[in-house]
């Protein structure tokens, strides 16, 4: 029976890893791999014993590890510790609505995408399929995928 339970489980954990779902499996494969810790151990009361110290330990560690782990020593140490700010060049994409009706010069040859500015911020841009040379007055028509679509502004 205990190797019965080992293999469903080992089963399972591997279904899980190779389908991510919502956890079914995996958490039926670790109750699994536990009822055959507990059938190996001897199925007693020592064994549920070690069996249920083992579970919470895990949960401790569990909760340790992902609340308070990245903020120690160590967990700063293997972390990423990064942040995108607009100091740092990093925008938010709420801002390009906004850029719809504004009007601005092509930094880059767009063929069809390269780099136009607008009001001295350079942006990614987009044609619809026309190409326009670098200096060229250009017309924010729409948003798409971070990337501003402009037309040829016409005088």
Known sequence: MFMTFLLIGVVLLMVEAAIPGFGIFGV???????AALFLYLGGGGQALFIVG???????????WFFHKGPHSRIGRRITLGLRFT?????????RLPQMV????TAETPLRPSGRVAIHGEPY??????????????????????RQLVVEKEVP
């Open 28 to 34: 039926t494969g670790l109750f699994s791999l536990l």
């Open 53 to 63: 110290a083992l579970l919470f330990l895990t949960l401790v560690l569990g909760y």
């Open 86 to 94: 607009a100091d740092k060049g990093y925008e938010a994409t709420e």
């Open 101 to 104: 009706g504004q009007t601005g």
């Open 124 to 145: 990614d841009a987009m044609t619809r399929g026309e190409f326009y040379e670098a200096g060229t007055p250009v017309k924010v028509i729409a948003v798409s995928s």
